[in-house]
């Protein structure tokens, strides 16, 4: 398998940087994980919505919003700076950080791809030259050759570090349409046993479904106190598109912001039941 895998990013990694590059690497990683191609002609599903939508609505400066840390200038100006996580400090290579100036937690970040982080639970207990490599290795992957989303095409390749808020925060991925929210996902137990569930928006739980992990006892979800204002923070940083996943924290009281993500999973996540990702599909408007 892990040959395969090399094999395949070695392929994706080879294409040039064009559009049809682009629209070749979805299909072969829609066709790898979902066994059948995608309909682009008249899409219904939330996947093809999805990827239909990266290869017509080209005209957004996606990058200022997904790269981690230019989106802190749209949040500060849109909802203000109280609903940052703290920042420790920005790098583009691995050696400008300073290990033992670094608090007792903390945790690490790509700027320019999804996934890459790092966690320090505990500096005494913690390896800093394995993560030290890991940081050369991200700084040096393109996310846009691994996966072509053009979206992520000119941001600056660098790390973020940040205060950590929690050694295992919940993780509220809302799913907006034309400034509304319809639906989140919620992850929890990141990197000790990942566990995913879904819930529609009046907080009823969305039974039978799962897209990659186990799902999440209800016994262990609560509605977070300020359920409310999160639904608000999410129309003011959706208003302005037709769909954009926006993620939450609330810890200790306290809402923070995490990340935009305007194609999920890039369209090419197998999502269980079918029906449900039909319904995930129908708030969702095309452009013509």
């Known amino acids: 398998m892990k040959f395969l895998r090399n094999l395949k990013r070695a392929f994706v990694y080879s294409l040039p940087e064009t559009l049809w590059a682009e629209y070749l690497v979805a299909i072969l990683y829609y066709f790898i994980n979902i066994r059948k191609f995608p309909n682009l002609k008249n899409p219904k599903n939330f996947n093809e919505k999805t990827l239909w939508r990266r290869f017509n609505e080209r005209e957004i400066d996606y990058a200022k919003y997904v790269d981690k840390y230019e989106v802190r200038k749209h949040i500060e100006n849109t909802i203000g700076n109280d609903y940052l996580v703290p920042v420790i400090g920005v790098y583009e290579n691995a050696e400008e950080i300073d290990f033992n100036s670094l608090p007792n937690k903390f945790i690490i970040k790509t700027t320019h791809g999804s996934g890459g982080n790092i966690v320090c639970i505990d500096k005494s207990n913690f390896n800093w030259g394995e993560a030290k490599d890991k940081v050369k290795e991200y700084l040096k992957t393109s996310y846009y050759r691994q996966t072509r989303e053009f979206g992520y095409k000119n941001i600056k390749p660098r790390v973020i570090c940040e205060e950590l808020l929690e050694d295992n925060i919940i993780d509220y991925k809302f799913f907006c349409y034309d400034g509304e929210p319809k639906f989140i996902e919620i992850d929890t137990n990141r990197y000790t046993g990942h566990l995913r569930s879904f819930y529609k928006a009046n907080w009823e739980e969305v039974k039978n479904v799962k897209m990659t992990y186990p799902n999440i006892p209800s016994s262990m979800l609560k509605k977070p ?64």
């Open 225 to 288: 106190l300020q359920y409310d204002k999160m639904l608000e923070i999410c129309r003011i940083l959706s208003a302005e598109f037709n769909f954009v996943r926006v993620d939450l924290y609330h810890t200790n009281n306290k809402i923070y912001f995490g990340e935009l993500t305007f194609f999920h999973t890039g369209g090419v996540e197998k999502i269980n039941p079918e029906e449900f990702n039909i319904e995930l599909a129908k708030p969702l408007k095309l452009k013509k």
